[in-house]
């Protein structure tokens, strides 16, 4: 087998400009290279971090402040039902009185959520918020 002179070997694909069959779209010119800012932007990944565990930790008081105590009262309630049954008052049982402490102690979980909502999730979402603005008003400038 001989070389024939007329195709040059190896052979070798066409570029990818020209396309291949004639029904194919022509490619685009590449895109040109974007500009990288000067800066890196204020409301980084670092902030929303932070934020989310701002508000896990949140939840997570609330949340066991609320099911724990309810959790007290059903296993009271099943492995001790001599002490749910003793009178607190005349005609006042442990059990009825700890039942209607958890409308209370869902109110002190509410606002458990709410104090730390306000002293410590709220000013890192308006710091955040208050940043992306300002990114925002850069971009807007460029």
């Known amino acids: 087998m001989s070389h024939d002179p ?7 694909p066409p570029p990818a400009s020209h396309p291949t069959y004639p029904w194919q779209p022509p490619t685009a010119p590449p895109a040109p290279p974007r500009r990288r800012p000067d800066h890196a932007p204020l409301g980084h990944h670092s902030d929303l971090r932070i934020l989310r565990g701002a508000y896990r930790r949140q939840r997570r008081v609330a949340t066991l402040t609320a099911l724990g105590y309810f959790v007290v009262f059903l296993v009271l309630s099943a492995f001790a039902p001599s002490l749910m049954t003793a009178d607190v008052t005349t005609g006042l049982p442990a059990g ?5 402490l958890q409308l209370p102690v869902t109110g002190v979980a509410v606002a458990v959520y709410e104090q730390t909502a306000r002293r410590r999730v709220d000013p890192i979402a308006d710091r955040i918020r208050r940043q992306s603005e300002v990114d925002a008003r850069r971009g807007a400038t460029r």
């Open 96 to 100: 009825l009185l700890l039942a209607l």
């Open 6 to 12: 007329s195709r040059p070997y190896p052979y070798q």
